[in-house]
T-cell receptor
Framework: RKEVEQDPGPFNVPEGATVAFNCTYS??????FFWYRQDCRKEPKLLMS???SGNEDGRFTAQLNRASQYISLLIRDSKLSDSATYLC????????????FGRGTQLTVWP | NAGVTQTPKFQVLKTGQSMTLQCAQD?????MSWYRQDPGMGLRLIHY???????DQGEVPNGYNVSRSTTEDFPLRLLSAAPSQTSVYFC????????????????FGPGTRLLVL
C-alpha cells in the first residue's frame, strides 16, 4: 500500500466554486502533514502545513483526522490562478527528512 | 538569496553515459534531498543528507550516487544512465537536520529534465 493516496482528478470547476481534495496516509506514526502546490512543469511549493486542530489561510482550509488517517484541503471562491496540481505530503517523523508525496490532484478552474 | 539552484535545466544522454546533476543552496540548510518525478508516480525520494558528510538512501536509490562535502552543494551522479532514469529531477533543502527537528518546509529547485536514449 502506498504511503500517501490521493485522487488524481482532474477536477474541473468554474471560478467561484468551492472544491475539496482528500488524501489518506498509511502510517499511523506520521507526524507532519503538508499541502504543496505544483504548477505545470515547475517545482512544488509549500501551500500550507496541516495542523491537528485544522487551519485556514485565506480561501484555503486544511483539516487533519488522525483517527482516520485522512487529510483534506478545501478551496473556497476558486480563482483561475488556483489551477495547479495539489500534492499531499506526509512526514513519517521517525525517519528524519523522509517526506512522502502523494501523486497529486489536478485542478483546473475555468472562467 | 538565490534559494535552491539546479544545473543543467535539460539534458539528453545516451544509455551508459554518466553525468552529474548539480544542486546548490545558499540558505545554510542542513537537510538536502533529491527526488525524481515521473508521470503518475508522484515525487520519489532518491537520496538525502542531514548534513555535510552524511547521506542516506531514499525510496529509489539504485543507479544513483551522492556526496555532501559542503553544506551548500549536493550533487547527484548517474554512473551509467539507463532509459528508466528518464525523469524530472528535483533537489530540495530545508532547515531540519542533525538536531532532530521535525521536517519543516522544503524548498525545491527548478528541476532538471533528463532524457536517456
Amino acid at each position: 500500500r502506498k504511503e500517501v493516496e490521493q485522487d488524481p482528478g482532474p477536477f474541473n470547476v468554474p471560478e467561484g466554486a468551492t472544491v475539496a481534495f482528500n488524501c489518506t496516509y498509511s502510517n499511523s506514526a506520521s507526524q507532519s502533514f503538508f499541502w504543496y502546490r505544483q504548477d505545470c512543469r515547475k517545482e512544488p511549493k509549500l501551500l500550507m502545513s496541516v495542523y491537528s486542530s485544522g487551519n485556514e489561510d485565506g480561501r484555503f482550509t486544511a483539516q487533519l483526522n488522525r483517527a482516520s488517517q485522512y487529510i483534506s484541503l478545501l478551496i473556497r471562491d476558486s480563482k483561475l490562478s488556483d489551477s495547479a496540481t495539489y500534492l499531499c505530503v506526509v512526514n513519517r517523523g521517525s525517519t528524519l527528512g523522509r517526506l512522502y508525496f502523494g501523486r497529486g490532484t489536478q485542478l483546473t478552474v475555468w472562467p | 538569496n538565490a534559494g535552491v539552484t539546479q544545473t543543467p535545466k535539460f539534458q539528453v544522454l545516451k544509455t551508459g553515459q554518466s553525468m552529474t546533476l548539480q544542486c546548490a543552496q545558499d540558505m545554510n540548510h542542513e537537510y538536502m534531498s533529491w527526488y525524481r518525478q515521473d508521470p503518475g508516480m508522484g515525487l520519489r525520494l532518491i537520496h538525502y543528507s542531514v548534513g555535510a558528510g552524511i547521506t542516506d538512501q531514499g525510496e529509489v536509490p539504485n543507479g544513483y550516487n551522492v556526496s555532501r562535502s559542503t553544506t551548500e552543494d549536493f550533487p547527484l551522479r548517474l554512473l551509467s544512465a539507463a532509459p528508466s532514469q528518464t525523469s524530472v529531477y528535483f533537489c530540495a533543502s530545508s532547515r531540519s537536520g542533525l538536531a532532530g527537528v521535525i521536517q519543516e518546509t522544503q524548498y525545491f529547485g527548478p528541476g532538471t529534465r533528463l532524457l536517456v536514449l
